[in-house]
Protein backbone atom coordinates (compact mmCIF):
# COMPACT_ATOMS: atom_id res chain seq x y z
CA UNK A 1 0.00 0.00 0.00
CA UNK A 2 1.08 3.61 -0.69
CA UNK A 3 0.35 5.93 1.48
CA UNK A 4 0.29 9.52 3.15
CA UNK A 5 1.62 12.19 0.82
CA UNK A 6 2.24 10.84 -3.15
CA UNK A 7 5.86 11.33 -4.17
CA UNK A 8 7.02 10.68 -7.68
CA UNK A 9 8.74 6.87 -8.12
CA UNK A 10 5.77 5.49 -5.84
CA UNK A 11 4.36 3.83 -9.10
CA UNK A 12 8.10 2.29 -9.63
CA UNK A 13 8.23 1.39 -5.52
CA UNK A 14 4.56 -0.71 -6.86
CA UNK A 15 5.94 -2.19 -9.53
CA UNK A 16 8.92 -3.40 -7.99
CA UNK A 17 6.74 -5.13 -5.23
CA UNK A 18 4.69 -7.17 -7.96
CA UNK A 19 7.41 -8.11 -9.78
CA UNK A 20 9.56 -9.62 -7.03
CA UNK A 21 6.76 -11.32 -5.58
CA UNK A 22 6.15 -12.98 -9.03
CA UNK A 23 9.52 -13.49 -9.23
CA UNK A 24 9.72 -15.47 -5.96
CA UNK A 25 5.94 -17.46 -6.72
CA UNK A 26 4.23 -15.68 -4.17
CA UNK A 27 1.16 -14.07 -4.22
CA UNK A 28 0.90 -9.64 -4.16
CA UNK A 29 -2.31 -7.48 -3.32
CA UNK A 30 -2.27 -4.11 -3.69
CA UNK A 31 -4.89 -1.85 -0.45
CA UNK A 32 -6.31 0.81 -2.36
CA UNK A 33 -6.01 4.04 -0.74
CA UNK A 34 -3.84 3.02 2.03
CA UNK A 35 -4.88 2.10 5.69
CA UNK A 36 -8.63 3.03 4.83
CA UNK A 37 -8.36 0.62 1.90
CA UNK A 38 -7.15 -2.28 4.54
CA UNK A 39 -10.32 -0.87 6.53
CA UNK A 40 -12.43 -1.65 3.42
CA UNK A 41 -11.39 -4.31 2.03
CA UNK A 42 -10.20 -3.06 -1.15
CA UNK A 43 -7.74 -4.14 -2.70
CA UNK A 44 -6.55 -5.75 -6.09
CA UNK A 45 -4.24 -8.40 -7.27
CA UNK A 46 -0.84 -6.90 -8.84
CA UNK A 47 1.17 -9.44 -10.48
CA UNK A 48 3.68 -8.77 -12.88
CA UNK A 49 1.60 -8.15 -16.12
CA UNK A 50 -0.54 -5.93 -13.99
CA UNK A 51 2.19 -3.11 -13.17
CA UNK A 52 3.10 -2.39 -16.77
CA UNK A 53 3.90 0.72 -17.79
CA UNK A 54 3.74 2.32 -14.66
CA UNK A 55 6.97 2.71 -14.13
CA UNK A 56 6.83 6.26 -15.61
CA UNK A 57 4.18 7.81 -14.39
CA UNK A 58 3.33 10.09 -11.42
CA UNK A 59 1.33 9.74 -8.22
CA UNK A 60 0.11 6.11 -6.98
CA UNK A 61 -2.07 3.54 -8.75
CA UNK A 62 -3.24 2.27 -5.80
CA UNK A 63 -4.22 6.05 -4.53
CA UNK A 64 -3.29 7.42 -0.98
CA UNK A 65 -5.38 8.60 1.49
CA UNK A 66 -5.21 9.56 5.60
CA UNK A 67 -7.35 7.69 6.80
CA UNK A 68 -9.03 8.77 10.58
CA UNK A 69 -10.41 5.83 11.18
CA UNK A 70 -7.88 4.02 11.29
CA UNK A 71 -6.20 6.03 14.17
CA UNK A 72 -8.94 4.42 16.26
CA UNK A 73 -8.77 1.04 17.50
CA UNK A 74 -11.75 -0.37 16.36
CA UNK A 75 -10.56 0.68 12.53
CA UNK A 76 -7.34 -1.18 13.34
CA UNK A 77 -9.59 -4.57 14.44
CA UNK A 78 -11.45 -3.89 10.88
CA UNK A 79 -8.25 -4.03 9.22
CA UNK A 80 -6.44 -6.65 10.72
CA UNK A 81 -9.39 -9.04 10.05
CA UNK A 82 -9.83 -8.02 6.38
CA UNK A 83 -5.91 -8.74 6.22
CA UNK A 84 -5.90 -12.48 7.78
CA UNK A 85 -9.04 -13.15 6.00
CA UNK A 86 -7.05 -12.76 3.03
CA UNK A 87 -4.20 -14.48 4.40
CA UNK A 88 -1.68 -11.34 4.54
CA UNK A 89 1.55 -13.05 5.61
CA UNK A 90 3.02 -9.62 5.98
CA UNK A 91 2.71 -5.41 4.72
CA UNK A 92 5.09 -3.34 2.76
CA UNK A 93 4.06 -0.07 3.34
CA UNK A 94 5.17 3.03 1.22
CA UNK A 95 5.29 6.27 2.86
CA UNK A 96 6.52 8.75 5.13
CA UNK A 97 6.47 8.98 8.69
CA UNK A 98 2.86 9.20 9.90
CA UNK A 99 3.01 5.76 7.45
CA UNK A 100 5.20 4.27 9.22
CA UNK A 101 3.93 5.46 12.35
CA UNK A 102 0.55 3.86 11.91
CA UNK A 103 2.02 0.42 10.50
CA UNK A 104 4.07 -0.01 13.97
CA UNK A 105 1.52 0.37 16.34
CA UNK A 106 -1.10 -1.92 14.06
CA UNK A 107 1.91 -4.72 13.45
CA UNK A 108 2.29 -4.52 17.60
CA UNK A 109 -1.19 -5.19 17.86
CA UNK A 110 -2.07 -7.42 15.79
CA UNK A 111 1.27 -9.01 15.30
CA UNK A 112 1.32 -8.69 11.36
CA UNK A 113 4.76 -7.91 9.99
CA UNK A 114 5.35 -4.36 8.96
CA UNK A 115 8.42 -3.93 6.27
CA UNK A 116 8.69 0.28 5.58
CA UNK A 117 10.09 1.91 2.19
CA UNK A 118 10.64 5.16 2.61
CA UNK A 119 8.50 7.67 -0.05
CA UNK A 120 8.34 11.14 0.21
CA UNK A 121 9.43 14.56 -1.10
CA UNK A 122 10.51 15.99 1.96
CA UNK A 123 13.54 13.56 2.32
CA UNK A 124 13.07 13.28 5.98
CA UNK A 125 13.36 9.87 7.36
CA UNK A 126 16.20 8.42 9.52
CA UNK A 127 18.36 5.91 8.40
CA UNK A 128 18.20 6.36 4.16
CA UNK A 129 20.19 9.50 2.54
CA UNK A 130 17.13 9.28 0.16
CA UNK A 131 13.56 8.94 -0.08
CA UNK A 132 11.37 7.94 -3.26
CA UNK A 133 10.39 11.17 -4.92
CA UNK A 134 13.24 13.48 -3.16
CA UNK A 135 15.08 13.90 -6.17
CA UNK A 136 12.40 14.33 -8.26
CA UNK A 137 10.81 17.05 -6.08
CA UNK A 138 14.15 18.79 -6.66
CA UNK A 139 14.62 18.73 -10.16
CA UNK A 140 11.05 20.05 -10.36
CA UNK A 141 12.20 23.27 -8.25
CA UNK A 142 14.94 24.00 -10.25
CA UNK A 143 12.96 23.69 -13.38
CA UNK A 144 10.69 26.58 -11.67
CA UNK A 145 13.38 28.35 -10.00
CA UNK A 146 15.11 28.45 -13.23
CA UNK A 147 12.21 29.79 -15.27
CA UNK A 148 11.28 32.34 -12.53
CA UNK A 149 14.93 33.79 -12.68
CA UNK A 150 14.25 34.66 -16.62
CA UNK A 151 11.28 36.80 -15.19
CA UNK A 152 13.39 38.23 -12.02
CA UNK A 153 16.10 39.46 -14.38
CA UNK A 154 14.02 40.88 -16.90
CA UNK A 155 11.91 43.31 -14.24
CA UNK A 156 14.76 43.95 -11.57
CA UNK A 157 12.75 41.60 -8.98
CA UNK A 158 13.21 40.03 -6.00
CA UNK A 159 11.16 36.86 -5.87
CA UNK A 160 10.61 34.55 -2.74
CA UNK A 161 10.04 31.27 -3.69
CA UNK A 162 8.08 28.77 -1.44
CA UNK A 163 8.67 25.20 -1.59
CA UNK A 164 7.47 22.22 0.36
CA UNK A 165 9.07 21.25 3.71
CA UNK A 166 6.94 22.31 6.72
CA UNK A 167 9.69 20.27 9.06
CA UNK A 168 12.61 19.77 7.11
CA UNK A 169 14.67 21.65 4.78
CA UNK A 170 16.12 19.29 2.70
CA UNK A 171 14.47 20.57 -0.56
CA UNK A 172 15.21 24.22 0.18
CA UNK A 173 18.65 23.94 1.03
CA UNK A 174 19.63 21.80 -1.96
CA UNK A 175 17.56 23.29 -4.75
CA UNK A 176 18.71 26.73 -3.74
CA UNK A 177 22.14 26.00 -4.24
CA UNK A 178 20.99 24.19 -6.92
CA UNK A 179 19.32 27.14 -8.65
CA UNK A 180 21.75 30.06 -7.72
CA UNK A 181 19.64 31.53 -4.62
CA UNK A 182 20.89 34.57 -2.88
CA UNK A 183 18.98 33.32 0.63
CA UNK A 184 17.26 29.87 1.64
CA UNK A 185 15.89 29.93 4.77
CA UNK A 186 14.97 26.53 6.10
CA UNK A 187 13.15 25.44 9.58
CA UNK A 188 16.11 23.98 11.12
CA UNK A 189 18.27 27.35 10.98
CA UNK A 190 16.57 30.80 12.35
CA UNK A 191 18.31 33.35 10.25
CA UNK A 192 16.40 36.50 11.22
CA UNK A 193 14.83 39.13 9.65
CA UNK A 194 17.55 41.15 10.42
CA UNK A 195 20.10 38.67 8.72
CA UNK A 196 17.99 38.62 5.45
CA UNK A 197 17.94 42.37 4.85
CA UNK A 198 21.86 42.78 4.97
CA UNK A 199 21.85 39.98 3.29
CA UNK A 200 19.62 41.66 0.29
CA UNK A 201 21.07 44.99 0.54
CA UNK A 202 24.63 43.70 0.13
CA UNK A 203 23.93 42.03 -2.86
CA UNK A 204 21.88 45.23 -3.82
CA UNK A 205 25.10 47.27 -3.28
CA UNK A 206 27.47 44.44 -4.84
CA UNK A 207 25.47 45.32 -8.14
CA UNK A 208 22.98 42.65 -8.37
CA UNK A 209 19.75 44.09 -9.70
CA UNK A 210 17.68 40.57 -9.21
CA UNK A 211 17.38 37.94 -6.57
CA UNK A 212 15.86 34.72 -6.03
CA UNK A 213 14.86 33.40 -2.16
CA UNK A 214 14.27 30.10 -1.57
CA UNK A 215 11.95 29.74 1.37
CA UNK A 216 10.90 26.60 2.98
CA UNK A 217 7.12 26.54 3.83
CA UNK A 218 8.33 26.00 7.50
CA UNK A 219 10.75 28.60 8.04
CA UNK A 220 10.30 30.42 11.43
CA UNK A 221 11.34 33.94 10.61
CA UNK A 222 7.97 34.77 9.12
CA UNK A 223 4.32 34.14 9.71
CA UNK A 224 4.13 33.05 5.72
CA UNK A 225 6.19 34.37 2.91
CA UNK A 226 3.73 36.50 1.86
CA UNK A 227 3.90 38.19 5.11
CA UNK A 228 7.57 37.82 5.31
CA UNK A 229 7.71 39.63 1.27
CA UNK A 230 5.71 42.81 2.84
CA UNK A 231 8.13 42.69 5.70
CA UNK A 232 11.03 43.14 2.80
CA UNK A 233 9.37 45.76 0.85
CA UNK A 234 8.49 48.10 4.00
CA UNK A 235 11.92 47.73 4.66
CA UNK A 236 14.23 47.82 1.54
CA UNK A 237 11.57 49.74 -0.47
CA UNK A 238 13.38 49.85 -3.83
CA UNK A 239 12.84 46.04 -4.19
CA UNK A 240 9.89 44.96 -5.71
CA UNK A 241 9.46 42.16 -4.23
CA UNK A 242 6.74 39.15 -5.89
CA UNK A 243 6.20 35.66 -4.45
CA UNK A 244 5.48 31.99 -5.71
CA UNK A 245 4.25 29.38 -4.15
CA UNK A 246 5.54 26.15 -5.95
CA UNK A 247 3.04 24.07 -3.75
CA UNK A 248 1.68 20.50 -5.12
CA UNK A 249 3.22 20.62 -7.99
CA UNK A 250 6.38 19.46 -6.27
CA UNK A 251 4.72 16.09 -5.84
CA UNK A 252 3.87 15.22 -9.57
CA UNK A 253 5.80 14.56 -12.70
CA UNK A 254 7.09 11.67 -13.76
CA UNK A 255 9.93 10.34 -11.48
CA UNK A 256 14.03 10.71 -12.67
CA UNK A 257 15.65 7.81 -13.22
CA UNK A 258 17.34 7.77 -10.01
CA UNK A 259 13.83 8.00 -8.05
CA UNK A 260 13.08 4.65 -10.11
CA UNK A 261 16.33 2.98 -9.71
CA UNK A 262 16.07 3.81 -5.97
CA UNK A 263 12.13 2.53 -6.07
CA UNK A 264 13.38 -0.36 -7.86
CA UNK A 265 16.42 -1.23 -5.60
CA UNK A 266 14.14 -0.55 -2.17
CA UNK A 267 10.94 -2.80 -3.01
CA UNK A 268 13.12 -6.08 -4.00
CA UNK A 269 14.94 -5.61 -0.84
CA UNK A 270 11.86 -5.05 1.00
CA UNK A 271 10.27 -8.57 -0.47
CA UNK A 272 13.51 -10.76 0.16
CA UNK A 273 13.62 -9.23 3.71
CA UNK A 274 9.32 -10.20 3.96
CA UNK A 275 10.11 -13.76 2.96
CA UNK A 276 12.97 -13.80 4.91
CA UNK A 277 10.64 -12.86 7.82
CA UNK A 278 12.17 -9.80 8.90
CA UNK A 279 9.42 -7.69 11.04
CA UNK A 280 9.06 -4.23 11.83
CA UNK A 281 12.15 -2.71 9.82
CA UNK A 282 12.50 -0.13 7.05
CA UNK A 283 14.98 -0.46 4.03
CA UNK A 284 16.89 2.61 3.19
CA UNK A 285 20.03 3.65 0.60
CA UNK A 286 23.21 4.86 3.22
CA UNK A 287 26.44 5.51 0.97
CA UNK A 288 24.47 3.75 -2.27
CA UNK A 289 23.84 0.43 -0.20
CA UNK A 290 20.54 -0.91 0.68
CA UNK A 291 20.10 -1.22 4.15
CA UNK A 292 17.63 -2.14 7.15
CA UNK A 293 17.11 -0.73 10.36
CA UNK A 294 14.26 -1.00 12.88
CA UNK A 295 11.41 0.45 12.28
CA UNK A 296 11.56 2.25 15.95
CA UNK A 297 15.13 3.67 15.11
CA UNK A 298 13.47 5.21 12.09
CA UNK A 299 10.59 6.71 13.81
CA UNK A 300 12.87 7.76 17.04
CA UNK A 301 15.77 10.38 14.85
CA UNK A 302 15.06 12.67 12.89
CA UNK A 303 18.13 13.13 9.82
CA UNK A 304 19.80 16.32 10.20
CA UNK A 305 20.96 19.33 7.54
CA UNK A 306 24.22 19.41 6.35
CA UNK A 307 26.12 22.71 7.88
CA UNK A 308 28.67 22.60 5.26
CA UNK A 309 25.81 23.15 2.76
CA UNK A 310 24.65 26.21 4.41
CA UNK A 311 28.08 27.52 4.57
CA UNK A 312 28.52 26.41 0.95
CA UNK A 313 25.18 29.01 -0.10
CA UNK A 314 26.53 32.11 2.11
CA UNK A 315 30.22 31.35 0.19
CA UNK A 316 28.44 31.40 -3.36
CA UNK A 317 25.56 34.21 -2.72
CA UNK A 318 28.25 36.74 -2.94
Known amino acids: MTSGGDSPGMNAAIRAVARASSYYRVECLGFMRGFQGM ?8 NARSVRNIINLGGTILKSARSKEFLTEEGRVKAAANLKKANIDAMILIGGDGTFRGGKVFSEEHNIPVIGVPGTIDNDIFGTHYTIGYDTALNTVIDAVDKIRDT ?8 FVEVMGRDAGFIALNSGIGAGAEEILIPEEDLGLDRLLNSLERSRRSGKTSSIVIVSEGDKI ?3 VFELAAYVKDNLPYYDAKV ?3 GHIQRGGSP ?3 DRVLASRLCVKAVELALDGQQDIMVGMMNNEIKSIELVNALKSKPTINKELLRISDILSV
Open 39 to 46: IENDYIEL
Open 152 to 159: ASSHNRLF
Open 222 to 224: GKN
Open 244 to 246: TVL
Open 256 to 258: TCF
